[in-house]
């Protein structure tokens, strides 16, 4: 145990290096030759590399974006063949419909990570809000089924329209019926129909992620080659705007007491939008939108820069990657190191508007983050531009543990900080808004770390097909604890009625401590519980694996490489 806290607190006061990369003629020229290999990529191995996300709770965003990169071959053709980057006659437009449909990939994401906000106010299970975490799910593994959107298709139609049209129309017709029906499944305590919301929420993401898969590759033809690295721009702009006009901007103009505060003269009982009317306008404009795409934007092939895929060779590819020595260590730390964060990244915001924190402020809380999300990254990747980018992984790790048990302060003192249910003083906002902000820093150090790695060890042969995997498998270590600790925090709770005495830790029970004329209260919170264990978890987790990551951080390039 001693070692164990030694090595935490080592981590935690070692001082920060910026290290520069050898500039070593040698090493220079095994670069050149591995930029030279990446363009002698085969069929099945033109997977676009992974340049961006913001967030990893299913707070926020819960996937990881594929989109091109400037560093792309392709846009290192343009270098050659001496022509500079700037938008050529016809790119303006294409950026345009890029970022349009971004935006509306984002729009069922948005939605889905404001409906556990939604559920929470209704009073629902932490197990039934587990089960709805798996909506953030098919993002993370779409990678199964890229290779099939990438090789079938109907060439009358075009490559990417063949995907792009049937799944947004399919979106569109997914958001009308819900419209009509959605007020019925969401209608007072105990009688939310998560099962169902799970069920539809999941095949929007689904839908979503095909999608994203069908408008990646587009964005590879539909630019000018000078142009491509635009395509990073779009996917980052788009569905960043598309999350905010589903998720903060939703919740918002959903709630009554926002809009009668600051919208409106005469105070009502609902907001200016509903759920219902906010599918219901999507939903519409999914439609329109889709056959403006489908009739007036033609699709060209260019199957030099987008070349036909084989479905079997990209299977073949991706198990060869994951039988070597090194990807097989550091796939067990992938699924295991965020375990620490689950509680805290997963709980914390449900736990406060349990206590009675107005949803709609809490999600307005992401909004004076937006400068310090755009320029974070760009300053922690000078200190991940060297030959050990994990070195910063391994100096944020324990500041995000020792987070873990600051959210869980800070909820335990919003229940008692109020000056009445639901109303809370100016300074708890600021501190939490502090602690919000302390906490995205260290998370985009992990991961900007984690993506530098991932750029530094991906075989250039095959290099987009090996940092979707290895983005993949990141993107499943953070759902998969979330979504366990969402079902057992349940089953870590304990409480009695307060007139009866007795146990109501099931739904009879509570009813029939409601007949007596009383409530149930909380004696024991799974969230506290879970809070601790996360916290001793990563104490562990560092000691256990630290000197491991850094031996993996130091592995010659052919260590990483298939045969």
Known sequence: MLRVVKTFIEELVRPLERVEPALD???????????????????????????????????????????????????????????????????LSSISLLMFLYVLQGIPLGLAGSIPMLLQSRKVSYTEQAMFSFVYWPFSIKLLWAPLVDSLYFQWFGRRKTWLIPTQYLIGLFMLVLSYNIKSYMEGEGKVDVFYLTCIF??????????????????????????????????????????????????????????????????????????????????????????????????????????????????????????????????????????????????????????????????LFAVPLVPIQIILPLMISKYTHGPRPMDIFLKAYPYRVLLGPIYA?????SHYVQTKPGEFPWYFYVVTLLAYGTHQV?????????????????????????????????????????????????????????????SCDTKVTEAMCSEAGGKCVITTDGYYILTAICFFVGLGWLAWRRNKLRQLDSLPDSAWKCS
């Open 25 to 91: 003629p040698t090493n220079m020229a095994n670069q050149n030759n591995s930029k030279m290999q990446a363009r002698k990529r085969g069929p099945g191995m033109n997977f676009v590399s992974v340049e961006h996300t913001d967030m990893e709770s299913s707070e926020t965003f819960p996937h990881m974006l594929w989109s091109a990169s400037p560093n792309d071959e392709r846009f290192r053709d343009a270098e050659d063949s001496g022509k500079k980057p700037g938008l050529q006659k016809g790119d």
């Open 202 to 363: 999941f095949m929007l993401n689904f839908l979503a992620a095909t999608q994203d898969i069908a408008v990646d590759g587009w964005a590879l033809t539909m630019l000018s080659r000078e142009n491509v690295g635009w395509a990073s721009t779009c996917n980052t702009v788009g569905q960043t705007a598309g999350y905010f006009l589903g998720n903060v901007l939703f919740l918002a103009l959903e709630s009554a007491d926002f809009c009668n505060n600051y919208l409106r003269w005469e105070p009502q009982t609902e907001g200016i939008v509903t759920l219902s009317s906010f599918l219901y306008f999507w939903g519409v404009v999914f439609f329109i939108t889709t056959t403006l795409v489908g009739v007036m934007k033609p699709e060209h092939m260019d199957p030099e820069v987008d070349p036909e895929q084989s479905i079997i060779d990209t299977y073949k590819t991706l198990l060869e990657v994951i039988k070597l020595p090194s990807v097989m260590s550091y796939v067990l730390i992938l699924l295991t190191a965020k375990v620490t964060f689950a509680a805290a990244d997963s709980m914390t915001s449900l736990k406060l508007i349990e206590s009675g924190m107005p949803k709609e402020r809490l999600a």
């Open 409 to 413: 302060l800070v909820v335990y003192w």
């Open 442 to 502: 260290f998370v985009y150090m992990v991961f900007v770390a984690q993506m530098a790695f991932h750029a530094k060890i991906s075989d250039p042969a095959i290099g987009g097909t090996y940092m979707t995997l290895l983005n993949t498998v990141a993107n499943l270590g953070g759902n998969w604890p979330g979504t366990f600790f969402l079902w057992l925090v349940d089953h870590l709770t304990f409480k009695h009625c307060d007139v009866t005495g007795l």
